[in-house]
């Protein structure tokens, strides 16, 4: 698991604080499901942190679950989705004493207070059920395994065991029937284990309660914050992710989206096609009318399409960008933040 899992209680987050007013909005949060719950959370959350990290598989959602099993033992019929509001609520109280489980650049830990309103506002919103995505990443991030970046929020804790991640690729390859470990997976396996060291690679996901980065100046922001975090953690092997948006029809159907993997793949990056499934056509069509007639229609089929972008080739890219902005990188990007990056 590589640096997991790392002491919930040391160190923390320069610039992670939340504003005094979402401090209070967790708070009363917390509260929501009984002092029995909130008692639990606050004495025993870095033992909980810590067996949250332990948890992480590669489907991701391993955190949830053993805080799930942790809810259920505290009391008997509880409402678990209060309770996992009220839960997830008292340990981002938490979060900026316990810190993230690897070192984060200044660049990330100004987008702590943003993340924490936003986290807040969909806690509070009791009318609309909790997600179980949105509670997936809401534990990993809790517990410092994952950070924001802007566009995208990204893991930077990894399941057990050697070469997890790219096990994960085999494993949605296998269920996809598109790529087995052998030809084109074998050849893509070999390059990215030879020729990219044996780090993990960290994984990139999107929050569709974060949106506002979703544009091509906020993924290039974002692609550089990734660069700050490889920088700073030099047992990372790069990024990765896995979505429809990386599909080569895109170009085509939605020329738009195109900079979404026109820019990575420009600069070193190497896509392995996973095949079809029932949520990439819904969340293909889910933000796009013309989309979702295409694919009513059967004229467009949404692909799923894992994108790898290497730690020298992102690092390299990211160099040239903010020469280009005239920013220094790593602890300069905060300066650059600041004007608007």
Not at 57 to 80: H, I, K, N, S, T
Not at 104 to 114: F, K, T
Not at 142 to 168: T, W
Request: charged share 20%.
């Amino acid at each position: 698991m590589g640096a997991l899992p790392a002491d919930p209680g040391a160190g923390g987050l320069r610039t992670a604080r939340p504003e005094a007013s979402v401090l209070q909005r967790l708070d009363g949060v917390s509260r929501g499901a009984g002092p029995n719950l909130e008692t639990f959370i606050r004495a025993n959350a870095r033992g909980l942190v810590q067996e949250m990290r332990l948890a992480m598989d590669r489907q991701g959602d391993g955190p949830a679950r053993l805080l799930d099993q942790r809810l259920r033992m505290v009391e008997q019929g509880l409402d678990l989705d209060q309770a996992r509001r009220a839960a997830i609520a008292g340990l981002a109280l938490g979060l900026p004493a316990r810190g993230a489980c690897r070192a984060v650049p200044a660049a990330i830990e100004a987008l702590y207070p943003q993340a924490y309103a936003i986290l807040a506002d969909s806690l509070q919103d009791e009318a609309t059920p909790y997600d179980p995505d949105s509670y997936a990443k809401d534990a990993r991030f809790v517990a410092g395994m994952s950070v924001p970046a802007g566009a995208q929020i990204v893991d930077i804790a990894f399941a057990q065991g050697p070469r997890a991640d790219l096990r994960r690729l085999a494993q949605m390859s296998a269920m996809s029937g598109r790529l087995a470990l052998a030809g084109a997976g074998l050849g893509v396996a070999a390059h990215l284990l030879c020729d990219h060291g044996l780090g993990h690679w960290v994984e990139i996901h999107t929050d569709n309660r974060s949106l506002g980065d979703f544009n091509e100046p906020g993924w290039d922001a974002c692609y550089r914050r990734v660069a700050d975090l490889l920088t700073l953690n030099t047992d990372l092997a790069g990024m990765w992710g896995a979505s429809w948006f990386y599909d080569p029809q895109l170009r085509t159907i939605s020329p738009r989206l195109a900079y979404l993997q026109d820019r990575p793949l420009a600069r070193g990056a190497i896509a392995v096609r996973l095949g079809e499934g029932e949520i990439h056509t819904q969340r293909a069509g889910q933000t796009s009318p013309t989309r979702a007639a295409m694919i009513a229609s059967g004229e467009y089929r949404p692909v799923c399409y894992a994108l790898f972008w290497p730690r020298k080739a992102l690092i390299a890219w990211a160099a040239e960008s903010w020469a280009e902005l005239g920013g220094a990188g790593v602890e300069g990007g905060l300066a650059f933040l600041s004007r608007g990056g």
